[in-house]
Structures are given as C-alpha cells and as structure tokens.
C-alpha cells in the first residue's frame, strides 16, 4: 500500500530543484518539496517543516502534532515498518 507518511525536512539538498533530505522514523530519504514551496513560504523556511510524503514528494506540510498521531495510528495499523522496510530498498 502506498500511503502518505510524516517525515521531517532535516535539510535542503538542492534548492535549485527543490530537493531536501526527510527524516522519516529514522530513515533518512530525499524527496522533491515543490508541492509544499510558495510565495510566502520558501525552500530556505521548509527545514523544520512536518511533512507528509508520498511516493518521493513532501505532499503538504503538516503540524508535529498531526505527524506524531499519524504516526501512532500507522504502527497500530502495522503500516509504517512496510513502507519504512520499502523505503530502505528503493521501492517506493
């Protein structure tokens, strides 16, 4: 199943094309930020930011709360070690 997961932008990689490293339960991943960049909100700001990240893009951000639920409810749901274990071969 592919689903959306919170992350943590930990650092930009490539502003020129909006690329920046996620911590996702430890798993560090590069994903795409251009669907979570805007006028008010710049590459430089996203650090920090909670995410939810889907197939290699930060699809929107999201607050530490939500991501701290999302997360709790995931593991009860036993999905966040699939898309963890896919993440660290590549697959998704």
Do not use: Y
């Not at 650090?47 to 709360?65: C, K, N, P, Q, T």
């Amino acid at each position: 199943m592919c689903l959306g997961i919170p992350g943590q932008i930990i650092a930009i990689t490539d502003a020129e094309r909006l690329l920046a490293k996620v911590d996702i339960s430890g798993v560090k991943r590069e994903v795409n930020i251009a669907c979570i960049v805007s006028d008010e909100h710049s590459v430089e700001q996203c650090i920090g930011d909670w995410v939810l990240v889907h197939v290699g893009f930060a699809m929107s951000r999201i607050d530490e709360d939500e991501a701290a639920r999302t997360l709790q409810v995931l593991e009860e749901l036993g999905e966040v070690q699939e898309e963890l274990d896919a993440m660290l071969q590549g697959v998704r």
